[in-house]
């Protein structure tokens, strides 16, 4: 079964700053990943995702992920930050093939507080 | 373009009733996904579909019952709702190929 690990339950930073929010996974099969980000009293909206090829995947917002299958990461980061990008993200992954549906199962998310 | 539409928005139901969430997309998805949001523990998949037909428990399914009526609509039952069912609720949709997720804008419910 897939899981998914975020360690960092709140982010501060201040505005224009770098971030990294990290994501780890646990797969004994080929995975997707993704960032998802949900602003207050909203759904989840998509920020990138890396079903294969190249590791690193850009996403909206300037915001950019890297995959790592080695150390089973796929952290995201933007490298100037603003005070909208404050919210909380959210890593998920599923099972890296078609056919069945599989389960996509999320990390407990990150709030990235971005401070003026 | 509605995507996922979720009824009702907000619910606040008493101990021991019961009630049906209801979830439909528009974008032709095979699977779909009921979610329970609750802070600090992120988004846990109560259950999920593979196809019309075809329904299946996700990490939390206790106290749950979920229809897929058909390949538009897949509902969440409640029904005996206690107050540890308090949560916000997503619905979410995703296609043959299994990967983006389209999610609706939540049920905010409250068990007293």
């Known amino acids: 079964a897939q899981s998914v690990t975020q360690l960092d339950s709140q982010v501060p930073v201040f505005e224009e700053a770098p971030v990294e929010l990290r994501c780890n996974y646990s797969s004994s099969v080929s995975v997707y990943l993704f960032w998802y980000v949900q602003y207050p009293n909203q759904g989840l909206q998509l920020l990138l995702k890396y079903l294969s090829g190249s590791t690193l995947v850009k996403g909206i917002n300037g915001f950019e992920a890297e995959f790592n299958k080695s150390q089973t990461s796929f952290h995201l980061r933007k490298p100037s930050v603003h005070i909208s990008d404050t919210a909380e993200y959210f890593c998920?992954?599923?099972?890296?093939?078609?056919?069945?549906?599989?389960?996509?199962?999320f990390g407990t998310g990150t709030l990235l507080a971005v401070q003026p | 373009n509605a995507g996922v539409t979720q009824t009702p928005k907000f619910q606040v139901l008493k101990t021991g009733q019961s009630m049906t969430l209801q979830c439909a997309q528009d974008m032709n998805h095979n699977s779909m996904y009921w979610y329970r949001q609750d802070p600090g523990m992120g988004l846990r998949l109560i259950y999920y579909?593979?196809?019309?037909?075809?329904?299946d428990k996700g990490e939390v399914p206790n106290g749950y019952n979920v229809s897929r009526l058909n390949k538009r609509e897949f509902s969440l039952r409640l029904e005996s709702a206690a107050p540890s069912q308090t949560s916000v609720y997503f619905c979410?949709?995703?296609?043959?190929?299994?990967?983006?997720?389209?999610f609706g804008q939540g049920t905010r419910l409250t068990v007293v």
């Open positions: 979410a949709s995703r296609d043959r190929a299994n990967t983006e997720a389209f």
């Open positions: 579909s593979a196809s019309e037909g075809t329904t």
């Open positions: 998920a992954v599923s099972r890296g093939y078609g056919g069945a549906t599989n389960k996509l199962i």
